[in-house]
DNA sequence: CATGCTATTATCATGCATGATAATAGATGC
DNA sequence: GCATCTATTATCATGCATGATAATAGCATG
């Protein structure tokens, strides 16, 4: 039902240990190939999220895989009827730090937006904008605190436009971002 | 050519450099969309090999990516006539400290050896076997310093039946090994 | 029961990626 | 000319991944 979910996301510590337990080699084993510690290849197994692409790679010769790491352009899809799944799937992605759920589009819609705006495509903007509607969309980009000065100042002409007034005024970078 | 070709290894500087220039952004900007800092962002896009996936999945945010970590089985083909451009270029990515040359497997057999042993896939070790030659190539299995504890006593064992007694005794997990 | 493997986790020291900053140089525009 | 952006690189302090080690527990085998 989504395109974007062609690629299959396996996370990696359920690669390193399908692909471990599939070769039949024990943790203290594949460390030794890997030239690499069975308490880190333990942790790269148990829930750790942050690898570093050099020990991955010793992995990898050790099980004997290809290390692929691709960049891929997100081309999101222009749904015209968004209901609060369909928009949460999508944006999903942006909230790597804390989980969107339905409800935070109702909640924290200016947590969202704040979110959505710096770090989301165009579509990604059209399908939250879409799914909150326009008065309280702009309401939340008006009432926005943390916007990067480039978004908050192409928004500001977008408000004016729609003669909103902005609560946070514009001006340089502060404290807020540095 | 060859089969395992098909995965277009692209760098992670490469990628990540291509797309941000794709997107008409600066360093500092997609620096601080992802949260990081420029210094890093440019040593990345400059020949930096040792990555974090927590800054990649950062900075795949910032460019509107989506990444890909993936481990890929590797399937060795065997090649029944190996020149010995096809036997290196299979063994070469067990090479990853220093890059190996088809002179290697003539002027250096024993350090190859090691490495296919030890790092390599059962394919791995047919193909380096079959152009190696069966004399050569346990010859040079005999002298092997630097296999792991297993490996060894498996090659042990092939060498007795071959009637070819080791260089190296293998015993216990020595200075060699930790 | 003991023995030896396994995996997980905790602790600690160390090496390294990162962030901050500044210096340099190139490009563009006023 | 100057000013401002850009990117690269160097330096330094800091945070964190890693390696080493040990402790714990599970699980098999004798």
New interface residues.
């Given amino acids: 039902m989504h395109d ?1 979910s062609m ?1 299959d ?2 996370s ?1 510590s359920e ?2 240990k399908q ?1 471990r337990l ?1 070769l039949g080699l024990s943790l203290s ?1 594949v460390a ?2 890997a030239g690499t510690s069975a308490a880190t290849l333990s942790r790269y197994e148990n829930g750790w ?6 020990t ?2 010793k992995l ?15 081309i999101t899809s222009n749904t015209p009827i968004p209901t609060p799944q369909d928009a949460v799937d999508p944006l999903a ?2 909230f ?1 730090d804390h989980p969107l759920t339905a409800d935070d589009l109702e909640t924290y819609p200016i947590w969202v937006v704040e979110r959505v705006l ?4 165009l579509p990604d903007v059209a399908l939250l904008r879409a799914r909150m509607g326009p008065q309280a969309f702009l309401k939340a980009v008006a009432a926005a605190q943390r916007l ?1 000065p ?1 978004t908050a100042n192409f928004w500001q002409h977008i408000l004016k436009m729609e003669g909103i007034r902005c609560t946070k005024k514009y001006s340089r970078n502060t404290a807020w ?1 540095s």
Avoid: M
């Fill in positions: 974007n690629s996301v396996v990696v690669q390193l692909r599939d084993e030794r190939r999220t942050r690898f570093e692409t050099y991955l790679r990898a010769l050790a099980l004997n895989c290809e290390l692929e790491i691709k960049f891929s352009p997100k992605r942006l790597w710096d770090f989301g495509s990067s480039k971002n």
